[in-house]
Structure formats: structure tokens, C-alpha cells
């Protein structure tokens, strides 16, 4: 991965974190998408990066946003000259059962967890083409696959990653990239911090390796499809979740 670009969303914290940090340790120049106004998680992110050896930056978009994607990725190419993996690992969820779910609820869900995968790779697919050579890695989830009650937003969301992926996966290949998805299962980060005991314990006994995910196993997952040990898988999902779903 050595001086090659990379572009993390929600590489700020939690997974999107840990996997900033393992292509640190291989000098990636590291692009650290994030949207909360304080700085502070994406400033421990790049700095724990820069004691890696890496340069990293910040930058404060949403990802949402059509527009000010295609200004971050202008931005990047003119600074930068290319992207060699984009991770497009932001998202958020907005739990609650469907005949209590808002028009809001929903939008914003999908918004920030699917459209935001549309607005980056779009912008960074005709770059990626003329260099013959890329890997995108979409960040999904095991609710993309089996479901969850009180998430029909973020699942349709995850689920849509999934045939988003495999059909960019096939546009792309004749030009060398790679379009690929990780599925975590339940992984602990501010995302599922704030779950109740009840459910944490309820999540545990679904887990056959009986326990709950590290950002770093994930990371494992997405760093490995970037590498060149990974040049001929596309358009694949890799199923990270001690079992969870099989
Ligand atoms: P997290 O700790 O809550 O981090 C979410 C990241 O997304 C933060 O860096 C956040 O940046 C960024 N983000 C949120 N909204 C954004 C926006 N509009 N524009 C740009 N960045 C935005 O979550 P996580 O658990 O690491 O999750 C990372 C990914 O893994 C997500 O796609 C999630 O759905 C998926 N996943 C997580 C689990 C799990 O158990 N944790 C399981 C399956 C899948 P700011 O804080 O600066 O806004």
C-alpha cells in the first residue's frame, strides 16, 4: 500500500478508524472523511496515523451530498494526482420498528448509508478508470443479509450496498478495480455502544466464536481486498461476524 491514496468515510472513528490505521502502517497517504464539527476523533485519527509513518488529513463532508463529494474528490486528484481505494464505510443508523419509523428516519438513513456509496464511487470511478487500476470496498452489513427488527431502514440501506457492489464490480473489471463488500456482524464502536445489555446479550448468543467484534477484524477483512493477494476477487462479499450468519 505503500505511498498509494486512500479515501476512508467515517474514518474518523470506530471500523473506519481501524482500517485508516492499517493502511498507516504501510505510508498510505490517507484521505479521513468525516461530518461531526468537532474535530477531535478525526485529529486522534490522524495523528495516531502520522506516528505510523502515514500522511493524513481530515476532511469534513457529507457524504451524502452529492456536491460537496465531487468537490472533496476534485480536491483530492488535484492535490494528490489519484485514488488508489476508496472505503466507503460511513453510516448511521436511526433505529426503530417500522410502524414507528419517519419519513426522516428513513431518508436520512439511506441518504447517508447508500447514496453517500453512489456520490463517492461515482466521483471517483473516471479517475480510477483512466489509472486501469483501483479498489473500492464498501462497508455493508450482516442485517444487509438476514435483517433485524427495528432496522428495516438500515437494512435496506446495507441490502442495496450489496447489489450496488456487484454491479459496478462488473463495469469496472475490464479496467483493473475491484468492487467488493465486507459485512460485519456486530462490532463494538460508538454505532453500537449505546445498544442496551439486553440486546448486546442477545446479539452474544448468535455469535458461534462468542464475541463481539473488533474495528481491527474488519479492517483485516477491507485491507486484505485492497491488496494485490486480492487482485482477482470482485464483486464478493466478505462475511466478518464470528459466525453470526453463515
Ligand atoms: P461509528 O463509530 O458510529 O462511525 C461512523 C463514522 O461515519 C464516523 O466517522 C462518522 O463521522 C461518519 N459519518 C456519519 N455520518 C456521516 C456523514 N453524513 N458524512 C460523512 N461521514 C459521516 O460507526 P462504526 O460502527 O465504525 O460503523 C462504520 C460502518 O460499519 C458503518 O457503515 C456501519 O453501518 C457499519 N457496520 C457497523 C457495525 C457495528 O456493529 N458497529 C456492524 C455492521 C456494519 P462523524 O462522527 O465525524 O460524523
Redesign the pocket.
Known amino acids: 500500500m505503500s505511498e498509494r491514496v486512500a479515501v476512508i ?8 478508524r481501524a482500517v485508516a490505521l492499517k493502511f498507516a502502517r504501510e505510508n498510505a497517504r490517507l484521505v479521513l ?4 464539527a468537532d474535530e477531535v ?2 485529529g486522534e485519527t490522524a495523528a495516531l496515523a502520522a506516528e505510523l509513518g502515514a500522511g493524513a488529513e481530515g476532511r469534513r ?4 451530498s452529492r456536491g460537496d463529494v465531487e468537490l472533496l474528490f476534485k480536491d483530492v486528484m488535484n492535490r494528490h494526482g489519484r485514488v488508489d481505494v476508496l472505503v466507503n ?4 443508523t436511526r433505529d426503530t420498528l417500522l410502524m414507528r419509523m419517519t419519513e426522516q428516519d428513513w431518508d436520512a438513513v439511506l441518504a ?2 447508500l447514496k ?1 456509496v453512489f456520490n463517492c464511487t461515482r466521483a471517483v470511478i473516471q479517475p480510477m478508470m483512466k489509472q486501469r487500476k483501483g479498489r473500492i470496498v464498501n ?1 455493508s ?3 444487509g443479509r438476514i435483517g433485524n427488527a427495528g432496522q428495516a431502514n438500515y437494512a435496506a440501506s ?1 441490502a442495496g450496498i450489496l447489489g450496488f457492489t456487484k454491479s459496478v464490480a462488473r463495469e469496472a473489471a475490464p479496467r483493473g478495480i475491484t468492487v467488493n463488500a465486507v459485512a ?4 463494538a ?4 455502544d449505546g445498544l442496551s445489555q439486553k440486546v448486546k446479550d442477545a446479539f452474544m448468543q448468535q455469535i458461534p466464536l462468542g464475541r463481539i467484534g473488533e ?1 481491527d477484524d474488519i479492517a483485516e477483512a477491507v485491507y486484505w481486498l485492497c491488496s494485490d493477494a486480492a487482485s482477482y476477487i470482485t464483486g464478493q462479499t466478505i462475511h466478518v461476524n464470528g459466525g453470526m450468519f453463515m
Open positions: 468515510t467515517g474514518g474518523s472513528k470506530g471500523i473506519g472523511v468525516h461530518y461531526d476523533a478525526v463532508v457529507d457524504v451524502s464505510n460511513a453510516g448511521i447517508v448509508n453517500s462497508i452489513s450482516v442485517v446495507k460485519p456482524g456486530f462490532v464502536t460508538e454505532m453500537t474495528p
